[in-house]
């Protein structure tokens, strides 16, 4: 018989056994479990649907680094056959897959030493093999529907090298050196010398090379040049015959003045090298896609900025020119179209868009009729392809509370399989809550909707702290989609909430542009009813520990709501945010934004771009903030988080300001790998300590 004081030490040990168990099921995301989870893209199934060739993306936390694989999945009449294996070198980086014709190679961008050229192609023959490259192909290939002939486009290939400091005087200053071996500055009379994601300076226009169409046997060779444009050459499409070739282009684009949209469509004939423009249509037409048997051909075309882009379609004659009126088949649906495709029996036109919280696929006829949503789900799909005969397509799918993964169905999207599941192991020691949708009604009538994460370990009764996410654009959306800085507030104990406000896109086209002209005035309507829902909703939000954050607009609206509503926030972090339109007009590589959601320049309208100013408000701020910016973003340059930061410094509010090298604007999504956890971990620790602690 056990003594007494056995079995207390028994009970004491189950007890604590249960406590373990129970802590570790409720542990929620943490910043660093981004160091584990797998990103999948870039779906490319076979043309006969034997293989589905993806990219596989890993994060090589040591080297604080990316490291991309692709991989194949293979099927047998649209099932899993066996488990998904890379296919590439593992000791280098291998990305973008691309089937020939006949599904016997992979082209992929792959640079391997100090060879300038990225571009290699594996046999599909057996798993894995050498790859290699074919002579004169060295940028992304795009055979003819034969896989005879490969297009490309580059800059034209010329034996001259390049000084490295061309354009960095411009040709047209005005003023002189004395001593031009000493000087190592830069001399700049265009407007466009920098974009986000470039960490140089650009030099002057005047000495870029134009990215022109080239064509090579699929044996490889000397490629021919066939465009020699004083534009550059993009969205290459072969005719059914492969005897011309289909792109676009804009002749203004050197034009810095030039506010039309002026891409047009251009058509070549391989063997005599005339082209043509297309067709006569003002606006942007972008994206010919030409039906299999070469009779028709649809394009995306956009009237000017902020208008609704549709999708058109036209005949084409024997010598491949439109023979009809172009006829608009989305007329009558006003969300935003991308990754048009024929279906293989020339009857449907196929293309993503996203819808509400979702991203899904598409159809319509090509003689017109209503438009027809093809698959379904609280989730996002993306990167769909599918095999020659149309019978399956393959694609990626991402929910709330799963990132991307590969999937095959019918051509319908029935009889759906998921071929992968990188995530699923350590997501399985994870507490993950869904994301529960909310709807409200602002005094216009419109309907905004959100959702909502409870804080791990919610239990009934107790009280928790809210962090309101807003999300960048504003013409972009929330939704259901993997997002992990939400999931480790959760793990924080906060509740998190995401709207969708007006402004934002898959909601119609008036939805996605009521506040031109109103950022701020218009929208905080919709954060600050959409918090009371919220509330109302979910009785265990403190409404004293409420919580403010964003980047880029949502980082904007931020600085926003805790100027207007000083007494609604206890804590904020602002992301790449804007303080002061004039000077972010001056600094961004992006003007033509306010340009056109403000109607005019900042000195046409000086009133409306002070007014819309959060720097003229700053006085009432009291929310203790978190600045975070990137030093070498040029669309939301850190010179309005330092403003920012000085104003508040001044007003003696908490703010700690954290500035980031080497990270462009888009830090969050593709910054350095230790940066991007930091960057969690500091937004984590800032609403921990001013939400959480007493």
Do not use: C
């Not at 047009?264 to 004939?269: A, C, G, P, T, W």
């Not at 218009?522 to 403190?542: I, N, Q, S």
Request: cysteine-free.
């Amino acid at each position: 018989m056990k003594s007494v004081k056995t079995l207390k030490l028994l009970f004491f040990l189950i007890l604590l056994a249960g406590y373990t168990l129970s802590a570790s099921a409720q542990q929620g995301v943490m910043p660093d479990d981004y160091y584990k989870t797998v990103f999948i893209s870039q779906t490319e199934i076979s043309p006969a649907g034997d293989y589905v060739a993806f990219t596989k993306t890993t994060i090589d936390a040591e080297n604080n680094a990316r490291h991309r694989e692709v991989w194949l999945a293979k099927l047998r009449n649209g099932q899993p056959d066996g488990e998904p294996f890379r296919f590439t070198d593992p000791t280098v980086q291998s990305s973008n897959p691309q089937w020939s014709p006949d599904g016997t190679l992979l082209g992929i961008q792959s640079r391997r030493g100090d060879d300038d050229n990225s571009i290699r192609f594996l046999r599909v023959t057996a798993p894995g093999g050498e790859a290699f490259t074919i002579e004169g192909v060295d940028r992304t290939p795009v055979w003819s529907p034969d896989g005879t002939q490969i297009a490309f486009v580059r800059e034209p290939i010329t034996d001259e090298k390049r000084d490295r400091r061309a354009g960095w005087i411009a040709p047209d200053a005005i003023t002189n050196t004395l001593d031009s071996t000493r000087f190592d500055g830069r001399v700049i009379t265009h407007m466009r010398y920098m974009r986000d994601g470039t960490s140089a300076w650009l030099p002057h226009p005047s000495i870029e090379r134009k990215r022109q169409l080239h064509i090579i046997s699929a044996d490889g060779g000397e490629p021919d040049q066939i465009t020699d444009l004083p534009f550059h050459v993009s969205n290459v499409e072969w005719s059914a015959e492969g005897n011309r070739i289909y792109f676009s282009g804009d002749p203004e684009e050197d034009d810095e003045y030039n506010i039309d949209f002026t891409r047009n469509l251009y058509v070549i004939d391989i063997a005599s090298g005339d082209w043509k423009k297309l067709l006569e249509r003002e606006g942007s037409q972008s994206s010919p896609v030409v039906s299999p048997n070469g009779r028709f051909i649809t394009f995306l075309h956009s009237a000017e900025r902020g208008a609704q882009t549709d999708i058109y379609v036209a005949s084409l004659d024997r010598s491949g020119e439109i023979s009809d009126t172009p006829r608009n088949l989305t007329a009558d649906w006003d969300l935003q179209p991308g990754g048009v495709h024929w279906a293989p029996n020339n009857n449907q036109i196929r293309w993503s868009a996203q819808i509400r919280g979702n991203a899904h696929l598409f159809e319509v006829n090509r003689t017109g009729g209503p438009v027809r949503q093809v698959t379904e789900g609280d989730r996002r799909l993306s990167s769909v392809s599918t095999t020659e005969n149309g019978r399956f397509m393959a694609y990626t799918v991402t929910d709330a509370v799963t990132p991307n993964e590969v999937f095959i169905s019918r051509r319908d999207g029935s009889r759906e399989v998921q071929l992968s599941n990188f995530n699923e192991e350590w997501m399985a020691e994870r507490t993950i809550n869904p994301a529960e949708p909310i709807t409200w009604t602002v005094q216009d009538g419109t309907e905004i909707e959100g959702w909502v994460i409870k804080p791990v370990g919610y239990q009934e009764g107790e009280s928790y702290p809210l962090v309101l996410k807003i999300h960048g654009g504003p013409h972009t959306a929330y939704g259901n989609t993997w997002f992990q800085a939400f999931h480790t507030l959760s793990a924080s104990g906060m509740f998190v909430f995401y709207p969708n406000p007006r402004g934002s896109s898959a909601y119609g086209h008036d939805f996605m542009f009521a506040t031109k002209g109103q950022w701020g005035v218009m929208d905080e309507e919709d954060f600050m009813t959409g918090l009371e829902a919220v509330k109302e909703k979910y009785p265990g939000v403190d409404p004293d520990r409420i919580g403010v954050a964003g980047g880029s607009y949502g980082g904007y609206m931020t600085n926003w709501l805790t100027a207007r509503f000083p007494d609604q926030f206890k804590a904020a972090v602002t992301s790449r945010s804007i303080s002061n339109w004039f000077s972010w007009y001056g600094s961004s590589d992006a003007q033509g934004l306010t340009e056109f959601e403000f109607d005019g320049y900042p000195w046409e309208q000086q009133e409306l771009y002070w007014d819309l100013s959060p720097i003229k408000y700053v006085a009432n701020v009291e929310s203790p903030t978190l600045i975070i910016h990137s030093e070498e973003d040029w669309r939301t340059p850190i010179t309005d988080g330092e403003q920012w930061y000085m104003a508040l410094k001044k007003l003696q509010v908490p703010v700690e300001f954290v500035r980031y090298p080497r990270s462009s604007h888009g830090l969050s999504r593709t910054g350095e790998p230790w940066l991007l956890v930091d960057r969690l971990e500091r937004k984590r620790s800032w609403f921990d300590h001013w939400l959480n602690q007493d």
